[in-house]
């Protein structure tokens, strides 16, 4: 059987949960076209899945994710296949960024060049302390520059330069302490600590999760007036919203709240 034959994108739902994880352990789960072809469906049907509150990423096998398929590439030269290619990615980073769900990435090992793009694409991120992170692509004489416009927004300019020059790979408390990822825990423990980071989302109201996600990307494109009238405006909706006068009734009632999704 051959990779491209096989399942190349697991998903498993359970209690509000989606896990999608990058089937290619053989190729260290290098996004081929047609496995990004496969997430981005999978994605906009996770998206229009209210009972779905939240999305993780991950990777089977021994990395999370290796990027693009170097081998494919090679073997369709074509520039009309890699316009393709890359924009079948940054689909896939927008339709994360602009779902409903917060997206998860759970990195157990290396994210390297589109990998790294995809993490920094995430909404949160978790990882193992023996996960590495780079956008190595300038080692090969390609500069990653579609990871770099991930990679910016999350981290500073000078660092995420650094990175993008050097092809280097950085460690997990790195990547932590640059902003990369938001947790780091010892691999034995990275599920117990994903599962106590959903369970901390999960138990707010839906609607409010959404329209905040939505919002909060809006806004960092803004200047300062704008993104300020954007947040009240949001608020405002929010607030208007079934969720939110049940959410300060509970706490004033000191009771957890039941939240309607509306």
């Known amino acids: 059987m051959t990779d491209e034959s096989a399942v190349l994108l697991r998903e498993d739902r359970a209690?509000?949960?989606t896990v999608l994880t990058l089937n290619r352990p053989a190729q260290f789960n290098s996004l081929s076209l047609a496995l990004l072809g496969e997430l981005q469906a999978a994605l906009d049907s996770i998206a229009a899945v209210p009972s779905i509150r939240v999305l993780v990423i991950a990777g089977a096998g021994k990395a999370f994710c290796a990027g693009h398929d170097l081998r494919e590439m090679r073997s369709t030269p074509e520039k009309i296949f890699m316009q393709k290619l890359f924009k079948a990615m940054a689909n896939v980073c927008t339709t994360m960024q602009r779902m409903p769900q917060p997206v998860i990435a759970r990195i157990h090992g290396v994210a390297t060049a589109a990998g790294c793009q995809l993490v920094a694409a995430c909404d949160l991120a978790v990882a193992a302390d023996v996960a590495r992170?780079?956008?190595s692509g300038i080692n090969v004489g390609l500069f990653c520059t579609s990871p770099g416009v991930?990679?910016?927004?999350?981290v500073?300019?000078?660092m995420a330069?650094?990175?993008?020059?050097?092809?280097?790979l950085i460690d997990a408390q790195t990547a932590l302490a640059r902003g990369l990822i938001n947790r780091v825990v010892?691999?034995?423990?990275?599920?117990e600590e994903l599962a106590a980071l959903v369970a901390s989302i999960t138990n707010k109201s839906p609607l409010a999760v959404g329209m905040g996600k939505r919002a909060f990307y809006e806004q960092l494109?803004?200047?300062?007036d704008a993104a300020y009238q954007l947040a009240a405006e949001s608020m405002a909706c929010n607030m208007m919203a079934a969720d939110a006068a049940e959410g300060i009734d509970a706490f004033t009632e000191k009771r957890p709240p039941n939240w309607k999704g509306c």
């Open 186 to 191: 010892p691999a034995d423990k990275l599920d």
């Open 15 to 17: 209690d509000g949960v």
């Open 133 to 135: 992170f780079g956008t």
């Open 221 to 224: 494109e803004m200047g300062v």
């Open 150 to 154: 991930a990679l910016s927004r999350n």
């Open 156 to 158: 500073g300019r000078k």
């Open 161 to 168: 330069m650094e990175m993008l020059l050097t092809g280097g």
